[in-house]
């Protein structure tokens, strides 16, 4: 999705500046024309679009961002080259610089939509959820037929919505601490990655079990569990017992049998 975002964008980038490359390589002749010598003329946005047209990354960089940085250029103009720009550093991986131009550009036109998603997306490479969910919530209401930026936005959402679920059970394990009494299920208690090695097991001992073929499979399924628990806790407190691993190889052993 990303990709195709990204190249949608290029093609809207390269098709406005083509049009205003239109208009201003006719005022730029008539300015000529009718200017005296020594003064400045209209900003050539000529090498820009041509770079941006041939798909040159260091070029568009370049060429655009001497649009960018000339003060006669208006500031459609520097809009268009600076979103080019921003998909070049995209494209290059160098995240930050087009983070950067984006919000330039947003600095320019708020009402912008498609930078809004695109700046969004980088955010949420980056790992800023936070601020991508936000980039994507505005470009929805900005335009609500945006396509990119709805899925983005639901994608997104329903990722926030996991990793809420998932911290609110975050080293707590399959039984209540509370009621704890073995010594094996005081440790898993009082480490979170043993609690959360427990959940798990019992999660996928609880799929694969539902999903069995049949019921005698389900049958055998919920014994093997049932073994490793009696295993576990007769063996734990022994020299040579690694409760770590153990619970390790047992979460191994499910996977295996439910698919995932």
Not at 145 to 160: Q, R, T
Not at 163 to 172: D, E, L, P, T
């Amino acid at each position: 999705m990303r990709r195709r975002a990204a190249n949608l964008a290029f093609n809207l980038v390269l098709a406005l500046l083509c049009v205003c490359l239109s208009g201003a390589l006719t005022s730029g002749v008539a300015r000529a024309a009718g200017s005296e010598p020594g003064k400045d003329v209209q900003a050539d946005a000529g090498p820009c679009i041509a770079a941006v047209a041939a798909t040159d990354d260091d070029k568009t960089i370049d060429a655009c961002g001497v649009l960018i940085d000339n003060e006669k250029a208006p500031k459609p103009d520097r809009i268009k080259a600076l979103m080019a720009r921003a998909s070049a550093y995209d494209r290059k991986q160098m995240i930050d610089r087009a983070i950067s131009d984006y919000d330039t550009v947003l600095r320019l036109d708020p009402s912008l939509a498609d930078a809004h998603n695109a700046r969004g997306e980088l955010w949420r490479r980056k790992g800023d959820r936070p601020k991508a969910i936000m980039d994507f919530g505005a470009a929805v209401k900005l335009n609500p037929d945006h396509a990119a930026a709805k899925a983005n936005y639901k994608s997104l959402s329903l990722e926030l919505e996991r990793i809420g679920a998932m911290m609110a059970v975050a080293g707590k394990p399959s039984f209540d601490c509370r009621k704890a009494r073995r010594p094996v299920e005081k440790a898993i208690c009082a480490n979170p990655e043993l609690a959360d090695l427990d959940r798990e097991i019992g999660a996928s001992t609880f799929r694969a079990v539902r999903e069995a073929k049949d019921p005698r499979r389900a049958r055998d399924l919920q014994r093997e569990q049932d073994q490793f628990i009696a295993r576990r806790n007769a063996e734990f407190g022994k020299p040579d017992y690694d409760l770590q691993n153990a619970m390790r190889e047992r979460l191994r052993q499910i996977n295996g049998v439910d698919g995932y």
